[in-house]
């Protein structure tokens, strides 16, 4: 999992940085240690966080799309609108600004893309 470390010092951002760790356990771990460690070059933050960063389609992301109900060779496309589907293979939703990629791999979503085509979200995958 990725995670956005972050400690300061009133308004000065001593660390910013993504980081990979298996378990928020294990990034609170790294977290604090790096509070210490600013501690004792003296420099005592005044604050921390450990945030979980999602993997999220977004629109304005660009995707490998593959036509013809995903059997066509993949080709790079933009998404332009993102739309949750009540039921499986409805071809209309509730739009949406983004979606988990751990959600996006059936036909629960309808991806509306700039090269005037729509895909249900198992034929994107990232790039």
Known sequence: MKFR???WHW??????KEVEYETQALADAFT???YHAFDSIGKKPTGMQTLPIKDVLSVGDVVNWSGSWGSDEPKQAKVEQISK???LGDKQGKRVKQA???DVKDRDYII??????WCYANQISKI
């Open 5 to 7: 470390v972050i400690i």
């Open 32 to 34: 604090m240690g790096l």
């Open 112 to 117: 509306d893309l700039d090269n005037g085509h």
């Open 11 to 16: 308004e000065n951002k001593l660390f910013d």
């Open 85 to 87: 589907a009540q039921y």
């Open 100 to 102: 988990d990629w751990s």
